[in-house]
């Protein structure tokens, strides 16, 4: 077999590939078995068709093109090993050349993996990120524990203020109209959230249980609601209750109320401890992924934008599979996010860019430090696997073996091997 590789630009080749008669003789004899396998024609049984008859039944293109599809995969697979191509997309094919009596030419165009030039990857110095808890932590951590203990009390002759429930019976106008979704009873918003639209909430401020109030507002141009946008409306507003959080006290019966401890000092330390050992933990992260970041920033590569592309798609799956898990969909989304799907990928084309970056230089680090996987490696990564999806071990590996995906999860152990021997190296 003859291949040739013409570099197209900095990411395209195209392959010629040239594959002997003989291979092809041999595979147009294959395929007319295998049509012959497929076809009914009266008065001959399944695979006992002469070619003769089956050329007149189905045609000599029809052959031909049976032996392409049982030549090309595997000449295809032998091109990009003999020029050592990594292809990043599905070849374009053009047939040069298909005859029975001639050889097989055609040519494949990919986009092929970057090469990387890598910098600096060992012995690098980053700054640890501090892992200090401060009083004011603790006492933050103490403040939030007190709200969500919190009871909402009927604040009684109280002017309405920031951080107040009030319980409000509310129906809008526009243009003297009432309009769908603005009319509510018994409706608690919470004063200062900015959960309505802006100005509303103001307007109530100072406002007693009982009271009824006129407010004026503008809803905002890029408003989710098409028809509201930009439209004037009013709202008859009754205040029917004031309702205020009644913080416990923060004292050893609150320790005791909050868990197993016998005073609110044993709470603190209890706090402390666990803000500690998140910081920790925060701390290491951020320090990893400062180092990995480092060597991945010390590299060049000039990463083909289809790979971006293909990154970015992947990330939105994810993020999709995130939103069903919690009942909502893509196009809700969208549509509270005030975006459209090419708004979204363009929000995620930068980190897109950086992951692909990343993932290119640490599998050239594995090359240039001839890492391999070994077997138990794979098992610990596929029982890493099985356990965040809280299934056996025998059915997530069977699920890779079915699905190919045996190559992805070798390449996502040797990247993280290439990350842990640059943290390893730091001083």
């Known amino acids: 077999m003859k291949v040739t590789a013409e570099r197209i630009d900095n990411h395209q080749v195209r392959l010629e590939i040239e594959v002997p008669q003989p291979e092809v003789a041999k595979a147009v004899a294959k395929a007319c078995q295998r049509l012959a396998n497929k076809v009914n024609i009266p008065g001959f049984r399944k695979g006992k068709v002469p070619r003769k008859v089956l050329e007149m039944r189905i045609g000599k293109e ?48 990919v986009v092929a993996k970057p090469e990387v030039t890598l910098g600096e990857y060992k012995g690098l110095q980053v700054e640890k990120p501090s892992s200090e808890v401060t009083e004011e932590d603790v006492n933050k951590h103490l403040e939030s524990l007190r709200t969500r203990h919190s009871k909402m009390v009927v604040a009684e002759d109280a002017a309405l203020a ?25 409706y608690p918003l919470e004063v200062g959230s900015g959960s309505f639209i802006p100005g509303f909430e103001e307007q109530l401020l100072g406002a007693k249980a009982g009271e009824s109030r006129e407010v004026r507002v503008t809803f905002p141009e890029d408003y989710f609601v098409p028809e509201l946008a ?15 959080r009644e913080l416990p006290e923060l004292d050893d019966d609150f320790a005791k109320e909050v868990g197993d401890f016998g005073s609110l000092e044993e709470l603190k330390a209890d706090v402390r401890n666990r803000l ?40 939105i799956e994810d993020f999709d599979v995130n939103l069903q898990n919690r009942g909502l969909s893509l196009d809700k989304y969208l549509e509270y996010a005030k975006t459209d799907m090419a708004g979204l990928r363009e929000s995620y084309r930068e980190s897109a860019r950086t992951s692909v970056k990343t993932d290119l230089v640490l599998e050239s680090i594995a090359k240039a430090e001839k890492l391999e996987v070994k077997p138990e490696e794979l098992e610990a990564e596929i029982a890493a696997m099985a356990q965040g999806y809280q299934r056996p071990v025998a059915e997530v590996r069977k ?26 190296s730091v001083a």
């Open 276 to 315: 500690e050992q998140t910081a920790k933990q925060k701390a290491e992260r951020e320090y990893r992924n400062k180092i990995i970041a480092a060597a991945v920033d010390n590299a060049t590569v000039d990463i083909p934008e289809v790979m971006v592309e293909q990154r970015i798609s992947n990330m």
């Open 399 to 424: 699920v890779i073996l079915e699905n190919g995906h045996v190559g992805s999860l070798l390449e996502a152990v040797i990247r993280k091997k290439a990350a842990q021997l640059i943290i390893d």
């Open 162 to 186: 920031n951080g107040d429930f009030a319980i409000i019976d509310f129906a809008g106008f526009i243009d003297g109209q009432p309009f769908k979704g603005g009319e509510a009873q018994g």
């Open 62 to 109: 029809a052959i031909l093109d049976e032996a392409f599809e049982i030549l090309a995969s595997p000449a295809y697979s032998r091109a990009l090993q003999e020029q050592d191509i990594d292809p990043v997309t599905r070849p374009e094919i053009e047939v040069v050349t298909l005859a029975e009596d001639q050889p097989l030419v055609f040519k494949a165009t």
């Open 230 to 244: 930009g439209k004037e409306a009013n709202f008859q507003v009754k205040i029917n209750d004031i309702k205020r």
